[in-house]
């Protein structure tokens, strides 16, 4: 037997309830063989007769008694709350990770309080075709693309040796409707009238000859 | 080896009971269990009697916890109030003093959390008193040597000290199963773990211990 295992199993023999006979002997075996475990054996056994020496109880204040009755006979009609039961059976700590988690489940449990979460957008691939220019003005219905809406979208430019593509790539046909849906194009009419209600809204600014406003 | 603490509690009969390590096999032939049934019935009486037969034990076990002083006793009234507003949670299956003692311990744990208490446990630390024998009954000083009970004297008091700095469950499972002299079954029942943990709680506080007192022992 190692003297690391002796020194572990000597505070094991302690209790009866924990060391085994043969452990016992064993350790016995090594004790009588090794000078340094012997004097680190006293050791053991005289914390343990220092910790039996402590009196398993205390003499009581007589007042406490009577705190306590007094305290006993004024709960009112012995009503125990379950937030009481929980606070006198869970550690504070349990009861705080609760509170922590139930708080995360709300917040983070139910991320659209709108109602389902938006299905993430597909990643368009890459357009192996050059990519085509799709002009703003096709989108808005004062300058109509040509009166075919499902026909291919027509760009302004294009190289005129090739042909355009009939069909936009099915990346970009898929992206369109976002497209349209942005809302600064929904409210481009009102930037482009911006000019116009801004003459109508401007608040005039005093000018410095004013009375009042020089430093 | 014995660990020189008695192996039969002095408030439970020989004969009506079984050995510490065995589970009770008729729960009403315990005292403590026909006492605690009638509390549960409404009895001041038999409060008074349990009162007055755990109150020594349980302030000697907050003292040890959290410091002896007026908030042991406040607190170890906390803990009494409670087994009179929680007693119709007490089943006779478990031990009246497994019960008791972990309702102590919660109450401790809890008491220990709070932040005012560090400050209070420094302080608490240099107010020792040496003359202070509450806690330690040297058995038959006259039988030693006054060198003996000197070298004694500053064991207790040293052992006090160190018991004290000892993590909580630590220290709690010490005096549970080495002072208190609990099962280490009911100990795991008290601190809400498994045996096997109350051992290793057990082993590396007395390890601790050890090697802090080295040259003392």
Redesign the interface.
């Known amino acids: 037997m190692q003297c690391t295992t002796a020194r572990t199993m000597m505070i094991s023999s302690l209790d009866d309830r924990t060391a085994s006979e043969l452990e016992r002997r064993a350790l016995a075996a090594h004790l009588d063989a090794c000078a340094a475990c012997r004097a680190e054996h006293e050791r053991t056994h005289r914390l343990a007769r220092a910790l039996a020496e402590l009196a398993p109880e205390v003499p009581v204040p007589p007042a406490l008694e009577g705190e306590v009755l007094r305290r006993v006979r004024g709960l009112d009609g012995d009503v125990v709350t379950w937030a009481e039961r929980l606070r006198a059976w869970l550690p504070a700590p349990v009861l705080a990770a609760g509170a922590v988690a139930t708080i995360l489940f709300v917040v983070v449990g139910d991320r659209d309080p709108m109602g389902e979460a938006p299905e993430p957008l597909a990643r368009p691939r890459a357009i192996e075709t050059p990519p085509t220019r799709v002009a703003t003005a096709t989108m808005r219905p004062d300058r109509a693309a040509p009166a075919d809406t499902n026909g291919p979208v027509r760009t302004a430019q294009h190289d005129g040796d090739e042909q355009p593509p009939t069909d936009p790539p099915a990346e970009l046909a898929a992206t369109l409707p976002l497209l349209l849906d942005l809302p600064i194009l929904r409210n481009m009419e009102k930037l482009e009238n911006y000019e116009s209600i801004e003459d109508l809204t401007r608040v005039d600014e005093p000018t410095t000859d004013e009375p009042g406003t020089s430093g | 080896?014995?660990?020189?603490?008695p192996t039969t509690n002095a408030t439970e009969p020989d004969a009506a009971v079984n050995a510490r390590?065995e589970p009770l096999a008729d729960p009403l032939a315990d005292p403590d269990v026909r006492l605690m049934l009638e509390v549960q019935a409404g009895s001041?009486t038999a409060?008074?009697d349990l009162?007055?037969r755990y109150?020594?034990?349980i302030?000697?076990y907050v003292?040890?916890m959290i410091g002896h002083g007026a908030r042991a006793?406040e607190l170890?009234?906390d803990v009494?109030?409670?087994v009179?507003?929680?007693r119709d949670?007490y089943r006779p299956e478990s031990r009246l003093s497994t019960w008791i003692f972990r309702?102590a311990t919660?109450v401790c744990?809890?008491e220990l959390?709070r932040p005012e208490h560090r400050l209070r446990v420094d302080l608490w630390a240099h107010e020792s008193d040496p003359d202070d024998t509450?806690?330690?009954?040297?058995?038959d000083p006259e039988a030693r040597s006054p060198e003996e009970n000197a070298a004694?004297s500053q064991?207790?008091e040293a052992?006090r000290r160190e018991i004290a700095a000892l993590p909580p469950k630590q220290r709690a499972a010490?005096l549970l199963?080495?002072?208190?002299?609990l099962?280490?079954k009911d100990v795991a029942e008290v601190l809400g773990c498994t045996e096997g943990a109350v051992?290793a709680l057990v082993?590396r506080a007395?390890?601790g211990?050890?090697e802090r007192?080295?040259g003392l022992?």
């Open positions: 080896m014995s660990t020189g603490r390590d001041e409060f008074r009162f007055r109150s020594g034990k302030l000697a003292g040890r006793e170890t009234q009494f109030v409670q009179f507003r929680f949670r309702i919660n744990l809890n959390r509450r806690e330690v009954q040297l058995p004694a064991l207790a052992l010490l199963a080495r002072v208190d002299g099962p280490y051992k082993f007395t390890h211990l050890k007192l080295n022992l």
